[in-house]
């Protein structure tokens, strides 16, 4: 078993406590994992302002717009057209299923939520335990790039391995707490793991000198 917990411990020796997702709503974080798709987050920002400059950051004013003006307030977060139909599939489920309330739409044990999720068009397992982590209340380990390059160059796990084989590596090795606090826990978690992955396990020229995880790091 890697050990992630003792990960966890020195992540948060270095930052404390992190407060991610950045949103103003849960409906917010839904859009903003959307969007956030091959892009950096900075870009996903500058679509978010421009909904909200617009005043349509809610499901039925989304639901409202014409493909090709939400295309063009998102258009900062690239592939904006693809986009715009991924995030109009979602915000159709809400409305046209849900009556318009993430309440309603969130509602349910955690592994039938995650497949409403995964049954709409363009939302895959990251975007999906996304939602369900930040937005929804729901305990849904997120990997993502920075999660599996680091458990690779740490070699916690093999080059190879897929999705649902990390998840389960992690989610083995950090279910110690439950409720609420499991929650918290995995959301500061991934939160963690995207600051180390962003300022030190870069792609290239990793830091790994000034990493929180250096002495975990395998001997050469």
Sequence with gaps: MPPLRQAYRLMHRARGHLQWWPADSPFEIC?????????????????????????????????????????????????FNIKAKRLRNFVDIVVEQHSASLKRFFKGDTATVRERLLAINGVGPETADSILLYAGGHPGFVIDAYTKRILERHNWC?????????????????????????????????????????????????????????????RK
């Excluded at 500058?46 to 717009?65: E, Q």
């Excluded at 989610?171 to 793991?193: C, E, I, M, N, V």
């Design 31 to 79: 859009v903003g994992a959307i969007l956030t798709q091959n892009t950096s987050w900075k870009n996903v920002e500058l679509a978010i302002t421009n909904l909200k400059a617009a005043r349509v950051l809610t499901p039925k004013k989304i639901h409202a717009l014409t493909h090709s003006k939400l295309a063009q307030l998102i258009r900062p977060s690239g592939y």
């Design 158 to 218: 093999g080059t190879d391995a897929d999705y649902d084989t990390l998840q389960s590596l992690c989610t083995d090795s950090l279910s110690q707490k439950s409720g609420a606090a499991r929650l918290d826990y995995w959301q500061d978690f991934h939160a963690q793991l995207v600051v180390v992955g962003n300022h030190y396990c870069k792609p290239r020229n990793p830091l790994c000198d000034e990493c929180p995880l250096k002495t975990l790091l395998p």
